[in-house]
């Protein structure tokens, strides 16, 4: 019960952030792939509201370069290029590679706890074929190694990759879908150096595991990979 003059916080999503989280969504997992012309009409009742802020969430998302805006034409999905795609791969290493570096024994340890209960979930997605999943899981996986440095800034320089790294992942298409057994290895190699305390091995495998998930763009998801996207 709430007292009198206490403040009605009203928690229900904005229709332009509504909007903004539907189209977003869509293009990350590759509903809207790179080159789709996006209408604000068709966009508007497709989301369940008015044009308006679907035109404002068109300009937020041409703000974080994820489309370009033709006015009276419509939106166009934009990729992500060769170049973007390497200086992403850099990025997360300096970022996942300095967190680990700093963290304590006790807390790779700690974290390799973690991790290992991630793997056995992340099998249990990938022997469901269950793409959308094993991405999530992917994501939460590597997050895991900024999160030990206990630095709230590396964090927050993380999570502002976050998006382009899925992107990047459902955009990898039946290639991701063929190596998630090699992943899931990877990740074992980089649990069991972190709970050993070889920092040396975990980097030389963090280097290679990350160059080659993300070894070059994709243009779309390929037709296997987006029908499993459906299975949860």
């Excluded at 974080?64 to 997360?92: C, F, H």
């Excluded at 991630?118 to 999530?136: A, S, T, W």
């Excluded at 459902?170 to 150096?193: K, M, V």
């Excluded at 280097?207 to 987006?226: D, F, N, Q």
């Amino acid at each position: 019960m709430l007292c009198e003059g206490t403040a009605v916080v009203d928690s229900t999503p904005s229709a332009s952030e509504r909007a903004y989280r539907a189209i977003r969504d869509d293009i990350l997992d590759g509903t809207h792939p790179p080159g789709t012309m996006l209408g604000e009409a068709s966009l508007a009742g497709r989301i369940g509201v008015s044009r308006t802020p679907v035109r404002v969430a068109l300009a937020r998302l041409q703000d974080e370069g994820w489309i370009t805006v033709y006015p009276k034409r419509g939106a166009l999905v934009q990729g992500l290029s060769d170049r973007a795609v390497a200086e992403l791969a850099d990025a997360r290493y300096v970022l996942e590679m300095t967190a680990v570096d700093r963290a304590s024994g006790k807390l790779r340890r700690q974290l390799a706890d973690r991790l290992e209960q991630l793997i056995v979930e992340q099998q249990e997605v990938f022997d469901k074929e269950n793409v959308r999943g094993f991405i999530e899981l992917t994501l939460q996986f590597h997050r895991g190694f900024v999160e030990a440095g206990g630095n709230g800034v590396l964090l927050e320089l993380y999570d502002r990759l976050t998006d382009r790294h899925r992107f990047a992942l459902f955009a990898s298409g039946d290639e991701l879908l063929a190596r998630c057994g090699e992943i899931i290895d990877e990740h074992r190699q980089l649990a069991r150096h972190l709970r050993d305390g070889n920092v040396d091995a975990f980097a030389t495998v963090l280097r290679g595991h990350i160059s080659e998930v993300l070894s070059s763009p994709r243009e779309g998801i390929a037709p296997v990979t987006s029908a499993l996207l459906a299975r949860k």
